[in-house]
Nanobody
Framework: QVQFVESGGGLVQAGGSLRLSCAAS????????MGWYRQAPGKQRELVAR???????YYADSVKGRFTISRDNAKNTVYLQMNSLKPEDTAVYYC???????????WGQGTQVTVSS
């Protein structure tokens, strides 16, 4: 059974940094494109960043230049380094494979990120 466990969220002041981690189990992690998603209160879940098996990355315009996604296939883990955080980054952050996300599968509990102004 595929499972993702997100961690690293917390409360931070605007301009601060956080590093999120997502540990994957029960899946062929290394071959999948992995994504970080977020859902703010009252809004739909959105893709923040993704990284494919070869390390190529994509970022939403709202986080480009501030967030960095990376992966460690040996540890079945994907990371999201978040710098220069803004109050509008406040959300629950999730990771998933891009394919599973499109199918509505395997969502974990997420990790809460709160940025105070």
């Amino acid at each position: 059974q595929v499972q993702f466990v997100e961690s690293g969220g917390g409360l931070v002041q605007a301009g601060g940094s956080l590093r999120l981690s997502c540990a994957a189990s029960g899946s062929t992690f290394s071959g999948n494109t992995m994504g970080w998603y977020r859902q703010a209160p009252g809004k739909q879940r959105e893709l923040v960043a993704r990284i494919n098996s070869g390390g190529s990355t994509y970022y939403a315009d709202s986080v480009k230049g501030r967030f960095t996604i990376s992966r460690d296939n040996a540890k079945n883990t994907v990371y999201l380094q978040m710098n220069s955080l803004k109050p509008e980054d406040t959300a629950v952050y999730y990771c998933n494979t891009v394919v599973a996300a499109l199918r509505g599968l395997y969502w974990g509990q997420g990790t809460q990120v709160t940025v105070s102004s």
